[in-house]
């Protein structure tokens, strides 16, 4: 394992640096988020064009490029969303004693449009890549949309930690659509699922030399679905994980987060 430790290393800085710069652009004044969409948008076609010049490239350099495109594509879509720019046709609360099948259709309505234009973006990056030798950047975005259909689930059924601070004062709403309970049946199997997975990626790496691009691109791809694995732990586990992005909050989120988990739970078990 310790032989590819450039790439673990890699995937774990972009994966906390960019989260961290959405983090910090989420909670600038509202004004500011115009220019933050254009810079994130310049960034996402520079990484769509990328990933059109190194889809014939098997070499190292190209996994690194190839996956950090992809990284860079599912940023935007993570800025669009928060933001406000690209949500749903629904921007209301969930009302009040409603069933779980209509809340769920209503957090739907919440972001259908956000879904679609995934939907348009991994199919482009799909066309893109198809049949070519370096299909890292398309399997990246894929992974990571995976996991958050599958966190969203999970906060859905119920989670300990919402981490309502997170978001955005004119999207708060979207937590009246999440329950917050100890556990849901959903969370063992989406974790044992995606860490078997992980697990199959990391045995195959380990076969293929850290020079070569196979083994570059595997564990690129297994240490972010390891970390997404770890984010969904964070959902459950009584640990003040915005510490880790204290920069990008300027060192309140943080507390915040250490606060409301000493406070008594007064969110109903009904959501």
Same mark, same amino acid.
């Given at each position: ?19 961290? #710069? ?9 004004? +500011?988020?115009? %220019? ?8 996402? *076609? ?36 928060? $933001? ?16 779980? %099948?209509?809340?769920? %259709?209503?957090?739907?309505? +919440? ?7 995934? #939907? *348009? ?7 893109? +890549? ?16 995976? $996991? ?10 119920? #989670? ?5 601070? %997170? ?48 083994? #570059?691109?595997? $564990? ?52």
């Amino acid at each position: 394992m310790l032989k590819f430790w450039i790439p673990v290393g890699y995937a774990l800085f972009l994966w906390w640096f960019s989260t961290g #710069v959405i983090l910090y652009l989420d909670k600038r004044p509202r004004r +500011t988020y115009p %220019w933050s969409l254009l810079g994130a948008s310049v960034v996402a *076609l520079l990484s769509l064009l990328t990933l059109f010049l190194v889809r014939d490239s098997d070499s190292v350099a190209g996994a690194y490029l190839s996956f950090t495109a992809g990284v860079m594509i599912w940023a935007w879509m993570e800025i669009s969303y928060f $933001m406000g720019f690209i949500t749903g046709p629904r921007k209301a609360a969930c009302p009040q004693e409603c069933g779980t %099948w209509l809340r769920f %259709w209503l957090a739907i309505q +919440t972001s259908l449009y956000h879904e679609l234009a995934i #939907v *348009l973006a991994g199919a482009t990056m799909v066309w893109i +890549t198809l049949g070519s030798d370096n299909q890292l950047g398309t399997w990246t975005f894929i992974i990571l949309w995976w $996991m958050r259909w599958s966190a969203k689930l999970n906060l859905f059924l119920g #989670v300990p930690n919402l981490n309502e601070d %997170w978001l955005p004062d004119h999207i708060r709403f979207l937590t009246t659509y999440l329950s917050k309970r100890p556990m849901n049946l959903l969370f063992p199997v989406s974790v044992s699922v995606s860490t078997v997975v992980m697990c199959l990626l990391v045995e195959s790496a380990l076969d293929l030399s850290p020079d070569g691009f196979a083994g #570059v691109a595997l $564990m690129l791809a297994a240490t972010l679905l390891a970390l997404a694995i770890l984010e969904h732990w964070l959902l459950v586990l009584p640990l003040a994980d915005a510490v880790l992005w204290n920069w990008a909050f300027d060192g309140r989120a943080s507390e915040q987060q250490r606060q409301a988990k000493q406070a008594p739970d007064c969110t109903s078990a009904s959501r």
